[in-house]
């Protein structure tokens, strides 16, 4: 048996373990405790705020405006989410992309043909407590892993909107209007997940999650990234392979940009499979935001939507 390489002995620790996979298989989520190095979290910080203050600056006529989401709260109305932030002006959303930290999660659970499929910034401002209701992001037929890696850059706390989770119940889709009619918030062996600044949680998209309305709460921002595997989007979509290979081209400018601002740290060693290697179109701009022409549907309950038959 042949030893592993310094390289890779240097990234198997970003690797899951076995059990963190069975415990991901069997419960829908993982909780990875201090997952992202301590300057690299002070980046993305900065970055976020800077997402924040570009969206409440840009004007509505601004064709840009489209990726900056607002909702009308009872406290006016307030911006909650930020997508496609690669191409917002902030490196260290491509730097966390590109690291051993996030692509080790990302081969772990897909295979060496991971696409990364979505990546925004969500967030509740202060004093902004409303609801997320219970859903399940994404409905699909469950022959591969789909799941996003959600890093957190500020604590979540339990009274303070903290993430509710129910465990297993990402094995099939779920009536959410009979969920919330029926229990609420409390449904059986629903826990809530308090989390700190630089903890991943990795979440199957058929979870069920929410967090209840609070008052008072304190800023809380989280990067969510989708990854699927590149045969899971060949067999079921919803895109094709010319978006596949759009969206691969985020990859080695991701592993550039963590290279480039660690130049001392391990990097990660990207296995891609020759059918799947994107080549690179050199519109760098062109390549940071590749659009959704199509979307997995959830499973939500809202005002017009129809229950899943049972």
């Known amino acids: 048996m042949s030893?592993?390489?310094?390289?890779?002995?240097?990234?198997?620790?970003?690797?899951?373990?076995?059990?963190?996979?069975?415990?991901?298989?069997e419960n829908g989520y993982l909780v990875l405790r201090n997952r992202i190095p301590a300057d690299l979290l002070a980046r993305l910080q900065a970055a976020a705020t800077t997402w924040m203050a570009d969206g409440r600056e840009i004007s509505q006529d601004d064709p840009a405006a489209i990726d900056y989401h607002y909702a009308n709260r009872s406290i006016?109305?307030?911006m909650f989410r930020v997508d496609y932030v690669h191409n917002k002006g902030q490196a260290a959303s491509l730097e966390l992309?590109?690291?051993?930290?996030?692509?080790?999660i990302a081969e772990s659970l897909a295979g060496s043909n991971f696409v990364p499929t979505y990546e925004s910034l969500v967030f509740k401002n202060e004093g902004d407590g409303?609801?997320?209701?219970?859903?399940?992001?994404?409905v699909h037929p469950r022959n591969y892993r789909v799941f996003?890696?959600?890093?957190?850059?500020?604590?979540?706390?339990?009274?303070?909107?903290?993430?509710?989770?129910?465990?297993?119940?990402?094995?099939?889709?779920?009536?959410?209007?009979?969920?919330?009619d029926t229990y609420g918030w409390d449904a059986p062996g629903v826990v809530q997940v308090e989390m700190e600044p630089g903890d991943v949680l990795v979440?199957?998209?058929?979870?069920?999650?929410?967090?209840?309305?609070?008052t008072g709460n304190k800023l809380r921002r989280t990067i969510y990234y989708e990854f699927r595997a590149a045969e899971q989007i060949m067999s079921e979509g919803p895109w094709d392979a010319a978006w596949v290979d759009q969206r691969l081209r985020?990859?080695?400018?991701?592993?550039?940009e963590h290279a480039a601002a660690n130049p001392d740290k391990p990097q990660f060693q990207w296995k891609i499979s020759s059918e799947f290697a994107p080549e690179t179109s050199g519109d760098t701009e062109a390549e940071l935001r590749v659009a959704h022409?199509?979307?997995?549907?959830?499973?939500?309950?809202?005002?017009?939507s129809v229950p899943l038959a049972k």
Not at 3 to 25: G, I
Not at 162 to 170: N, Y
Not at 203 to 214: L, R
């Open 203 to 214: 979440h199957d998209v058929m979870v069920v999650h929410g967090s209840e309305a609070v």
């Open 97 to 104: 992309l590109g690291s051993p930290a996030v692509l080790g």
């Open 3 to 25: 030893m592993p390489t310094t390289t890779d002995a240097l990234v198997a620790p970003y690797l899951l373990t076995d059990d963190e996979v069975r415990s991901f298989d």
């Open 250 to 256: 985020l990859i080695p400018l991701g592993l550039a």
């Open 130 to 138: 409303a609801a997320i209701e219970w859903h399940q992001d994404a």
């Open 148 to 180: 996003n890696v959600d890093v957190y850059l500020d604590a979540s706390r339990i009274g303070q909107g903290a993430l509710r989770v129910a465990p297993g119940s990402h094995r099939e889709p779920v009536d959410i209007c009979d969920l919330k």
């Open 76 to 78: 006016g109305r307030v």
């Open 293 to 304: 022409t199509a979307h997995s549907p959830g499973s939500y309950c809202s005002a017009g």
